[in-house]
């Protein structure tokens, strides 16, 4: 029996490593796919610490690294990006385990994940010429830089990339100044999606999943929106810092309505009891429509005031 359970041990790990090093490839080679695969990386590493505990939890990330490693030329941003992933799967499950609310379950998994990332990246940042704005500036603009490459294998007409070239300083240097805010909403919706993900995953496997009742009733803190309102009024003061925090809170803000828009759009899904297949599609066009988009942080923002799913409305 221990030969048998080692062997699918060693099955379960190769497998998760093997997952996890092609998802992140496509993460780098395609922006479009890997934003589909970035949201299922950390799944191999809180697979494996679910069903095989704590140590083999660990060992799947670290192999990954190591496989990775030479393939990104050494230790990077990339890799520290990667490890970031991996990284979030695995304190996610430990949260898990302590059975906590789904509010501070998010919360703790970015805030740990977003603690242990500034620290490395600060680590990395003293091993180069560059300090840390400097080493951030320049990751952003080799993004900006691929992302016109992009559009022009895509056969985006040049009259149109043009005005995005001439423009590209300027929008570095507005997201250079709301990486705070970036950093902190991919955080959140990253521990999000890999809870929701991780819910059929570890079930249909008979693994411990919390209870964390109807997730499409979640709502935020009323109170919260004092908060928009607070950095909205910091929008019209004319002092370049105050704007700076302004734009960085609505930006977090947006990602946790959005949240609750989303709990929207599902609770109407399951209503009305919408195809998967149909769901699939139109949850895919609200993460690639950037207008869709915030029409889905709309909802969760006026849900306040106009109840879209009459919740505590008791019907005669």
């Not at 991919?186 to 109807?214: I, K």
Request: aromatic share 12%; glycine share 8%; net charge positive.
């Amino acid at each position: 029996m221990a030969l048998i359970g080692s062997v699918e041990t060693l099955k379960d790990l190769a497998i998760g490593v093997v997952i996890t090093s092609v998802l992140f490839a496509i993460t780098l080679q395609s922006p479009v796919l890997g934003f589909f695969c970035t949201v299922i990386i950390p799944l191999p590493t809180m697979f494996c610490r679910a069903k095989h505990g704590r140590t083999i939890g660990m060992v799947v990330p670290a192999i990954a690294l190591l496989a990775l490693a030479p393939l990104l030329g050494g230790i990077s941003i990339d890799l520290l990006y990667f490890f970031e992933l991996v990284f979030c799967g695995f304190v996610l499950y430990e949260l898990f385990v302590l059975r906590l609310s789904v509010e501070k379950t998010v919360a703790l998994t970015s805030a740990v994940t977003l603690a242990v990332g500034l620290f490395i990246v600060l680590v990395y940042s003293t091993t180069t010429a560059a300090g840390l704005g400097q080493l951030v500036s320049d990751y952003v603009r080799r993004n900006l830089e691929a992302s016109l490459r992009l559009y022009v294998s895509m056969g985006v007409p040049a009259d149109t990339i043009r005005p995005i070239e001439e423009a590209l300083d300027g929008i570095q240097y507005v997201l250079v100044r709301i990486v705070p805010a970036l950093s902190v909403s991919a955080a959140l919706f990253l521990s999000w999606t890999s809870l929701l993900l991780a819910r059929p995953l570890l079930r249909g496997y008979r693994l411990f999943y919390p209870d964390f009742g109807r997730l499409n009733l979640w709502k935020a803190p009323e109170p919260l929106v004092w908060s928009v309102i607070g950095c909205g009024l910091m929008l019209i003061i004319p002092e370049h810092t105050v704007k700076l925090f302004g734009i960085n809170g609505l930006l977090i803000l947006m990602t946790i309505y959005f949240f609750q828009g989303i709990a929207i759009i599902s609770f109407y899904f399951e209503k009305k009891h919408f195809p998967r297949l149909l769901r699939i599609v139109l949850y895919s066009l609200i993460a690639l429509q950037q207008i869709v988009l915030l029409i889905v942080v709309g909802l969760g923002f006026f849900d306040m005031w106009l109840n879209f799913r009459k919740l505590g409305v008791e019907k005669n």
